[in-house]
């Protein structure tokens, strides 16, 4: 497959089921990549994001469904054939291979010639950050460098789909932070699709034009970081990305999802603005965070919950204070919750 144009490619999953015989890692994602974009599969471990992403690199067979590349079906195209970069968790770099001649790797395998290989490795390593190490090995290079090296070894012949299975898990938090930085701003320089896997809901926040959120073999929810934050289509994705207060229905089977900024704490039996709905909660401490005050709660539930404030009144302060949850409907949403006994 021609590795050409400049914008990427898109990727149409249809249907897409793999069965093992002890478990059903995905079961029926339908999933439109869209091209350039960078999308974030996000989920708990044993989700089957690292399935899905074998299935589009063709490491794996699938049980049903299809792949479409731009356009084309690739469920019988070979790994090599499909001309995607790919990067894992663990580097891979060859051990034996100076970094230019790692990052060199695919354009050689392609036979290219030398001087065009020079070219595209230096440009590569200025890239990466790592113009100077390219006569290094592997094992003289600290695990963020190498990390970069299989970046740019991944990119080097300029795939219209890169493929990230979790690259930063390796690596302590300052330095993810600073490469997932750096891994956005390559995304916007390079310009070609980039689906990243990833548990970590902030990594996902960070980098994603878009973010699938996975549970047990299924997509909940494909959205923007403010779509799933502010419309959470479920109590699973409410609960996955970022933090809220879960208020039952007194009828139904649906609960409030309210975001810590959305509501507001009321001393009990004060009056409630029009409009607004009410719970009784306890608040069981409030902190002072600088930028304004954490207020963790308890509901009569037993489950807990966080309110964000510019102000608190006196009378609200201290440890385990009643006090009135209020919010306005149109501010919050509402998912389907079971039962809570
Ligand atoms: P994730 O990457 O989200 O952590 P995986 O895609 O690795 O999840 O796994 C999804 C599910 O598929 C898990 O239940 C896992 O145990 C199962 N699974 C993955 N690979 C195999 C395999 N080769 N054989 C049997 N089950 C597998
Ligand atoms: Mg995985």
Redesign the pocket.
Known sequence: MPASSNRGAEIYLDGVT?R???????DDITLHVRAGEFLT?L????????????LIAGF?ELTAGSIHLDGRRINDVPVHKRGLGIVFQHYALFPHLTVSDNIAFPLTRRKMPKEQIRELVNAELATAGLSGYGKRFPRELSGGQQQRVALARALVFKPEVLLL??PLGALDKNLRERLQLEIRRIHREVGRTFVF?T?DQEEALTLSDRIAV?NE?RIEQVGTAQELYERPVSLFVAEFIGESTVVPETTGDMAWVIRPEKAKLLEPHSEVPGGCLTADVMIQQSVYLGSGWKHEIVLPDNTTGVVRSDRIPDSLHGVNIPAQLTWHPSEVTRVSAPKRT
């Not at 093992?20 to 995905?26: D, F, H, K």
Request: charged residues 15%; hydrophobic residues 30%; aromatic residues 8%.
């Open positions: 793999k093992y015989p002890t478990s059903l890692a995905l599969l989920g708990p471990s044993g989700s089957g994001k690292t399935t899905l992403l074998n794996i299975d979790e896997v548990h996975f073999g």
